[in-house]
């Protein structure tokens, strides 16, 4: 009886081996078909055409990399919902052009309550302020965008890459309250690349497509999981283009009026979501879109 018991335990054992080993080669075959880019967007900067990357270059870098996958800065459950326009404007645009560039769009951000957030602000250490000061001063003031044919170019460089993953990891992130302030940027960035990979399973070519801040931080979080992702150098020529199709503008406006409902309680909402409209600039944000993209 025990012989039996210990050949059975031992058969046991082999098999859990066996399937784990599976399992793992698997993922590293599946990973080893897909190629993974990260590209950066600056929200409201985009629709400054000095900056020579507008909406429409955006676009272009992406549509150069043909992929079948772009994982978007809004979260799962504001897309194509009343809050969706709490989210930067180029990626409802993204979300809009996604049948007409041929890849599949999904919404991938996640972001900490207002409540919690809010009160890590006010309670912000005046020694990381401090700290943040001296290190834009000695690193970002010397450093000028207009020096580049794009914007692009400066904000997907390696010194700025370096130099903004820096200010979070060596001093914003080695303090919980001013994380948490930052929007709890690790747990954040996490998030954005579990949510991203869980619906990746059967694309060749995934984007994530973020503010240029988050490049590095989502380039580590892949790498953690044996993800080389890949930060493309420009692909597009400035074009200075603004104009959107219409059904792009519709969107907008249409999430535009959803978040003056909010902000005047007309429609059903959490108090989160109030609190979020509220104290931002959200509105201001989509009406300069509108405005300039028209």
Request: hydrophobic fraction near 35%; include cysteine.
């Amino acid at each position: 009886m025990l012989k039996r018991l210990t050949i059975f335990i031992l058969v046991a054992c082999l098999v859990t081996i066996s399937t784990i080993l599976i399992v793992k080669t698997s993922h590293k075959e599946n990973n080893s078909k897909q190629e993974f880019y990260i590209i950066g967007t600056i929200h409201s900067m985009h629709f400054n055409p000095d900056n020579h990357y507008t909406i429409i270059d955006l676009q272009n870098q992406i549509s150069k990399l043909n992929p079948d996958l772009v994982c978007g800065e809004i979260t799962p459950e504001a897309f194509n919902q009343a809050m969706e326009g709490y989210f930067p404007p180029e990626a409802a645009f993204l979300a809009q052009m996604s049948s007409a560039m041929n890849y599949r769009f999904v919404p991938v951000d996640w972001r900490l309550d207002y409540a919690t957030q809010s009160k890590a602000e006010k309670d912000f250490p005046p020694s990381i302020k401090e700290k943040i000061t001296s290190f834009g001063n000695a690193n970002f003031a010397t450093f000028n965008p207009s020096n580049y044919e794009s914007a692009y170019d400066f904000f997907h460089s390696t010194l700025n890459l370096h130099i903004v993953d820096s200010l979070y990891e060596k001093i914003i992130c080695t303090d919980s309250i001013a994380d948490l302030a930052q929007g709890s940027w690790h747990e954040r960035n996490k998030k954005i690349v579990e949510n991203g990979l869980r619906t990746a399973k059967n694309a060749h070519r995934v984007v994530f497509v973020f503010g240029s801040d988050h490049i590095p931080q989502i380039q580590r979080q892949l790498k953690k999981l044996g993800i080389e992702a890949q930060v493309p150098e420009r692909l597009f020529t400035p074009s200075n283009n603004l104009k959107v199709p219409e059904k792009v503008l519709t969107r907008w406006k249409r999430n535009l009026e959803n978040l003056k409902l909010i902000r005047d309680k007309k429609i059903p909402t959490t108090e989160n979501n109030y609190q979020k409209v509220i104290n931002s600039k959200r509105i201001q944000d989509l009406e300069l879109a509108i405005q300039k993209s028209s």
